[in-house]
């Protein structure tokens, strides 16, 4: 069957990662054989392309955004187990009195900024904008409806005039959304 | 040493004579068509084995490990624990599933299990936005289908159906956010892909490649492990060989024979029969277990279709009724067959570059059915194999046809072997040899009474019809993803569908000034 890396999770690995991301062993378990079984060379790390091998993934507007998450950290293009669970981690519902260190409201507003901040600037400009509406509509409005839904959005949440949405007004304009819903994925146990 | 081989011949010519009057008894029952019921209780005493062991997994874990309701649980989701009673509780997963070391220990034939086959395995529970290829037909199809029991599949979009108008709103930044939670729940367990593997098993059936943890568990498991495995390699799997060997020799010759008479009603019967004789030899050979209901329904001409597990339906299907099939050429063993068919009896074998040709093959198709001396033409409309926990998009072109469609459904026991043939992982010998060397093949077939392609039906909405009758019959999860997608890529298209819907519900601001 080929030469296969040693793929054990230790008890080590298991336990780092349950103190970095707060899943307990039976989910790091299930997550792990996910992640074995998206990793189709068995090289330990998957690449974009496994990813987008997820046909619900593919056919996603945001599918490549969300992918780009994944490799956000470092340099590399391919992602291990440890990275993997670190991105996953942020989509845990918040537990009251509970250590929420990537899961809180504050996390889970960071990560769908992201997807907004395409260069990384810590700023959303309304090119950037411009460039996620693009996707999630394809070519079924047109450019100027675009621009003016993109302007307005911007002037809406714009508070300190500079014509780009920082993470605070990000953060305020998201006030009276149900972050912890939407952003929450209910794990079974 | 000559001691040692005396004693070895003696015992064989005494062991040779009741081996023969065994097969010989194995192929006349086949030919007639009738069973001593032995595969039946063998299987029993199987349940009654497993049983033990799931029993004795259990109270090994308890030993072991804590229990897995500790203070981690991080949902309570009770969900779990109302489904599959009678299977064996979710505890059983649970502390199947709770080794923390040794995972995924490589054994040459191990298959990758690690993958979440029905709902009771989930990791997740997926509320919201499920994205599907084609949202239009979620508002068009009068069911989502519904069966109790895990295999249900709610294909939910977005906001279930309302109107339009009074949906649309403006874009807001939390727009995106339906999309990534979408994206990332599909990355963590999604529909589609874990349909290209075997289905993962609620507790361990005694065979090392269903184990995902090979892991000592206890010595009672272990012994009744050795005693399985030598009873599995050192009598079934010569007995089987033997078998399909017979039933091979049977029907080259038996056809290369029945091709030399005449055309006419007396090479008709004669096929008949010889084709029935070989697969049921066939089946015995997998010692198949085949219950079949509604006999009533069992079509004498016109199209049949089917869902696809593995070659091996074909044998399923053909011990109680002759078919015509229609399929790809392969070489190998399977082109034996193939080739030793076609001398006898009309079906369509057609090469991979006139596949594209649709009208070449529809042609031929139509020409079968309108003779009505030609057997039923057997089809299998998903067009490649899936693991049989799903029905997935029917290819219209066998319900273009026109003729009446007679649906069957099969529904396999992974409990005895898991029947599933994953062609990219194995070839056809190494898929015949797990078949060989799993318990035994269990299935259940269901004959579903005739449809008809309504006024003003497409052939998609009609094919759409009958795939869900059938997955409602086999309990499996309807799907639309296409099969083929287990070697293609999602096409472009879909992502654009699911760009008009989004497009569909934002209100754009028609005031422009200029």
Partial sequence: ?189 | MALIWSVVSVSCSILVMPFLMFLLAIIFLASIGKSLGVRRLYVKMLLKIFEYGRENIEIAKKDRHTSCDNSENEDEDDVEGQRDKEKGSSNVTCHYLNHSNHMLHKMDRKLKNGVLANNSTSVISREDLILVPDPEQNYTSASTVNSEGDHTAVIHNFPRRRSFETLKREFELSDCLNFVKAGVEAIIEDQVTHRFEAEELKSWNLLTRTNLHYEFISWRLSFIWMVGFLMRYCFLLPVRVLICFIGTVWIVMAMLLIGLVPDGHMKRWLHKHAYLITFRILARSLSAIITVHNKQYMPSGGVCVANHTSPIDIVMLSTENCFSLIGQRHGGFLGILQRALARASPHIWFERSEVKDREAVAKRLRQHVSDPRNPPILIFPEGTCINNTSVMQFKKGSFEVGSVIYPVAIKYDPKFGDAFWNSSRYSMMQYLYLMMTSWAIVCDVWYLPPMYQQEGESAIDFANRVKSAIARQGGLVDLMWDGQLKRMKAKPEWKEKQQEEFSKRLKIDTKKQE
């Fill in chain 1, 1 to 189: 069957m080929g030469n296969r890396s040693s793929l054990l999770l230790r008890e080590e690995e298991i336990a780092q990662i349950q103190e970095e991301t707060g899943f307990t062993p039976n989910q790091i378990e299930r997550l792990y054989s996910r992640f074995t079984s998206l990793d189709r060379g068995d090289c330990g790390t998957l690449s974009r392309e496994d990813f987008l091998r997820i046909p619900e993934l593919a056919i996603n507007p945001l599918g490549d955004r969300i992918v780009h998450a994944f490799f956000e950290e470092g340099c590399s293009d391919r992602v291990n187990f440890l990275q993997f669970m670190q991105v996953l981690a942020h989509f845990r519902p918040i537990k009251k009195g509970r250590d929420n260190k990537l899961n809180s409201r504050e996390q889970k507003l960071k990560f769908a900024f992201k997807m907004y901040d395409l260069d990384n600037d810590d700023k959303i400009s309304k090119d950037e904008l411009l460039a996620i509406l693009h996707m999630m509509v394809g070519a079924n409005i047109s450019e100027e409806q675009l621009t003016s839904i993109a302007e307005r959005t911007i002037l809406e949440a714009d508070q300190n005039g500079d014509q780009m949405i920082s993470f605070e007004e990000f953060c305020n304009a998201l006030e009276r959304t149900d972050v912890e819903q939407k952003m929450s994925i209910r794990f079974l146990n």
